[in-house]
């Protein structure tokens, strides 16, 4: 604490306001650069409550986040007051449009009727009952039901994998909190969750981790939603071979 007059330094850095962003701390009203404690303006701005590593330390407590939209590049709030995942309606389609590539091509209305009703895991689930509808007058060629079942097979094995990275989740918690005799929740994003061809997994306190947040429940429900789609799209298919087979007989 400065001991009289305007303070003129700030931060873990000891230097004075630059003029670059800062952020302070709920607890002990220090001010930090983004830049020295790895936040960006974005990212504060998701902050309901920033509290510094050493008020985390000392009072066992940290930062609370608001959730962050769900479209990977925007670092807007979401709209938790209308039930929503995103912070527009815009970014709902988007993502849900991202979702649905080389699913199906997914009519617009339907993508709203999705981020409308994509508030909750349970909505998520009621949702199995209104995924998009195809037009089943369109005759299938041959291919189409081995392609797929391909697909669900390949969700499937992304099921497995997601269930796996929870258990990592769970088993670095513990070696954590074993180690520093403390409760510890590492976030355990495994980048391959994105990425197929990284394999990374994220060390940070689970609630200092902006950028994955609820990513067990999120990769759920996307993954849930294909498998929904696709299991759909499949049926269809095979009754419409059906359908065909029996005329021909
Ligand atoms: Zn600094
Ligand atoms: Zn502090
Ligand atoms: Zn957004
Ligand atoms: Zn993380």
């Known amino acids: 604490m400065a001991h009289s007059g305007e303070r003129d330094v700030f931060c873990i850095c000891k230097r004075p306001d630059d003029g670059s962003w800062m952020i302070a701390c709920e607890k002990c009203d220090e001010w930090f650069h983004g830049k020295c404690i790895g936040l960006t303006e974005a990212e504060g701005d998701l902050a309901v409550e920033f509290c510094c590593d050493s008020c985390s330390a000392k009072y066992n407590i ?3 986040w608001r959730l962050k939209c769900q479209l990977p590049s925007c670092y807007a709030a ?10 527009s309606a815009d970014h709902g389609i988007a993502f849900f449009r991202e979702l649905a590539q080389g699913l199906v091509g997914v009519p617009e209305q339907d993508l709203r009727v999705l981020v409308e009703s994509s508030g909750s895991q349970e909505k998520f689930k009621a949702l199995g009952i209104q995924t998009p509808e195809f037009d089943a007058k369109i005759e299938p060629p041959p291919d189409q039901v081995a392609k ?16 796996s990275c929870r258990e990592t989740k769970k088993e670095l918690s513990q070696q954590a909190t074993e180690a520093e005799g403390t409760k510890r929740e590492i976030c355990a994003f495994n980048s391959k969750l994105s990425d197929p061809d990284s394999e990374e997994v994220c060390m940070l306190e689970q609630r200092k981790c902006i950028q994955h947040k609820q990513w067990p429940v999120i990769f759920q429900e996307r993954l849930f939603i294909q498998q929904q789609t696709a299991a759909k799209r499949l049926r269809q298919l095979q009754n ?10």
Do not use: T, Y
């Open 78 to 87: 979401a709209d938790v007051e209308k039930d929503s995942k995103f912070c």
């Open 62 to 64: 940290q930062s609370e």
């Open 240 to 249: 419409s071979q059906r359908g065909l087979s029996q005329v021909v007989l």
């Open 148 to 163: 797929w079942e391909a697909k669900i097979q390949k969700i499937q094995e992304a099921l497995k994998f997601l269930e």
